[in-house]
């Protein structure tokens, strides 16, 4: 169970909170400028921590924040694509059907932070305030009033779910050498000159 946390200043996450800002700097997601240095006229989209506590009261329970951006009032937002093609139900009852057939070890996986993981850049131009009475990141992230310009897709961003699909799927063709299924672009197939190899759906 995942239990969503209203306090915003519990010192409890405060590593979590560290964590998810380390990884935007490792990742080059954003970089920061000060407000006169924004053009004129520029809209600004606000931000905020989702922070929440997951496999509540288990005893692998931890504390987790996102950095959630209100891309929805952006005015170009009816000119986003904001879909990411997702497999479908009949393909994964037919890959979980092959391979009981066949006695294959089968494995479900969750990427961390995976739209931090995009490799395209951006294909517009936003702005974006950090969290406001957010202590944690003045302490190690932006001077007070640096403002955030977004370099890559981030999570609360209507078209980035599209830009995870298109990393994730030069990951299984260009890298893993699998090939999409012609009835479905999300089930991917590995095969080699001594045969089958694995498939996964995503």
């Not at 970089?31 to 692998?60: C, R």
């Amino acid at each position: 169970m995942t239990v969503v946390v209203h306090d915003k200043v519990d010192s409890l996450f405060d590593e979590a909170t560290i964590a998810e800002i380390r990884e935007f700097n490792k990742k080059g997601t954003y970089e920061f400028l000060k407000e006169e240095h924004v053009p004129h006229g520029a809209k600004f989209l606000q931000s905020h921590f989702v922070l929440t506590i997951k496999t509540f009261e288990n005893p692998d329970e931890f504390f987790k924040a996102r950095l959630v951006i209100l891309g929805h009032p952006v005015p170009e937002k009816p000119r986003v694509v904001n879909e990411a093609l997702t497999v479908l139900k009949a393909s994964i009852r037919l890959a979980v059907a092959f391979i009981a057939s066949k006695g294959y070890p089968i494995w479900c996986l969750d990427i961390s932070q995976a739209f931090l993981q995009r490799e395209d850049r951006l294909r517009r131009t936003v702005y974006v305030r950090p969290p406001k009475g957010e202590r944690i990141l003045e302490q190690i992230w932006a001077e007070p009033g640096s403002l955030l310009h977004a370099i890559k897709p981030q999570y609360g961003f209507s078209d980035a779910p599209g830009y995870w699909w298109q990393t994730f799927r030069r990951w299984h063709v260009e890298d893993l050498g699998m090939k999409p299924s012609v009835l479905d672009p999300c089930l991917y197939c590995k095969l080699s000159n001594t045969g089958f190899e694995g498939i996964q759906g995503t």
